[in-house]
């Protein structure tokens, strides 16, 4: 799942969006760090969409223009849940990693030196 796609699932979960709408909810959710295009935005709901992850969910005329709505589907619900916890395992996969490259380094184990019989302790 793309960046773009999970986010704009992301932002359908609470409520149905328009396209505009789900842009300024997508730039909130990553903290500006995905700024959707408009092309980009209905690519990725047209893809949505066709995957039965999202749907239209009403149309409107505001000020002459008119506002497609779209809403999450149980199907994207699902896909989003398990992409958020693909995600998570994968940060705990590598925030474990990272912890264990920072633990100073465990100590050799101390040369073991054969036993001869023929010293105190060992077998005559």
Known sequence: MTQAAFFI???LVDEPRHGYGIVREVEELSGGDVQLRVGTLYGVL???AADGLIEL???EVQQG???RYYRLTDDGEA???AEAERMAAGARTAARRIADRRRPA????A???PVRPDIAGGSA
């Open 9 to 11: 699932l992301t932002a």
């Open 79 to 81: 896909a989003l849940s």
């Open 65 to 67: 223009r008119l506002r």
């Open 46 to 48: 047209d893809r949505l």
């Open 57 to 59: 969910d009403r149309e």
């Open 106 to 109: 465990a100590a050799p184990p």
């Open 111 to 113: 040369a073991v030196r």
